[in-house]
């Protein structure tokens, strides 16, 4: 079953085309990973996904919902590159409204905090505003977020950027977790190698255009890593040292 | 998966206002206003104990209201558009928009409660700054300076800043905050302009000696809420004063243009990009 479905998508500012009809389906229970340079379209992509921008052309179905409606966001949660809140908050409290705007019941919202606050090793926080947070542990509390509500699909833009080697070990064994309950992992990322380790399905996206789409497997199976194959894929006409 | 639409609408709401009373621009007008009511207060006091009258004392209590309802309607003004502009505004700045609009609501729903956050406190301030000086001009002049008819002329101003909101928060979506405030105060400036200009004309009158700036002004009569009628007509109910409008009219139009303004904005930030 596709929990992701985008058909024709088409996106352009001005002349150019950033994507150019686009057509990927993400499958449920999985890690899909979307890969590409930079500008290659991967944050328009997903933005278009979460509906922050209107496509020129095309559709994209969250669950069989049109994205453009409210009801194709229940059960997704979303962690920008830099995830940011108002200073003013405390980390109970950021979470708290997560779990508000999810329509969580207090008695359950208060024990999903709990357990992702823990599981993230920041119940000592809790009631540290915002603001005297160190960066890497405002992106936990990014990350704690996606663990409120009952949530079925992930979306994470750049998750490994900016954080140390604890972080990335941590942030896949929570993502490796999160499968297992039988979530689906949308990742947008250019860091092959961690990729690598975590993902079942990848996309290759490059000037607007999706140049693969299946599984790790397929690629791994021609003898060659992630990273030569996107690089033959993305720069063909470069040698690989 | 069922979603409590009630508990977002809160949620959502009091994010607004946690948000929106850290203002330093509210902090400071709060305290100015209250310092002001005070001296307002000691100054009326020391009149009334040189001129004792009861007469007197009523004139004075009701002038002193009427010089501080003024002054609050128009601080009321300034933070329902700083409210308007900075409830979406700081969203941009700090790159915090994705994050509500990714949520399982309309934009509509984000909108409507980014308004009603602000409206609430506007309303709370306005409220507090009438009601206080009310009760120390009352027990400055020894006279109950408070009457029914202001609590029709407060629901009128709820009307009036409610609207100012709307109109500041559709500039927000497009300009930064100052622009947005300047382009606030020009819209506010020729809605006055045009309603003072047109509504000595009689209706035959609005098409003939058409010239450029008059077109504007019957464009703007016509289609924006005519917000300076509401004003007037919030003073003209506290002060038992006269007023010339047409009332089943002006409410008609007033409801009509208002809904139209709710409606547009919805179409913009419907189709805005992120």
Redesign the interface.
Known sequence: MNVIEISSLKKSYGQDFTLADVNLNVESGKIFALLGPNGAGKTTLVKLMLNLIKADHGQVLINNTASNLAQSRMGLAFLPEKFNFFPFYTVRGVLEFFGSMKGLEKATLKQQIDDAMTELNILELQNRKLQTLSKGQIQRTGLASLLIGDNKLLILDEPFSGLDPIGMRDLKDILKKQRELGKTIFLNSHVLSEMEQICDDVAILNKGEILFSGSLQTILNKGESLEDYFYHLVSPNREIR | ?????N??Y???IK?TI??EL?SKTLIFIFIATTLLILLGHSLLKMYMQSNPDSGVALISGSNSLSLMFSIINFWSLVIAGIFGISSVRSDFQ???I??Y??????RF?YMTCRILGSWFLVFTYYLYSYLLSALLFSLASKTIVLHWNHLLSIALMAIYTFLVIIISFIYSLFAEKIPSFLLLFATIAIISFSTNTMRVLEFGEYLKDLNFFKMIGLIVYLIFPRINYVSELASAVMFNEKIQLNLTLESLHLLLTSSFLIFFTNIVIK?K??
Do not use: C
């Open positions: 998966m069922n979603i409590k639409i508990a977002q809160t949620a959502l994010d946690l948000k850290r700090e790159k915090i994705y994050q609009l990714t949520f399982p609501i309309s729903q189709k990009d992120f």
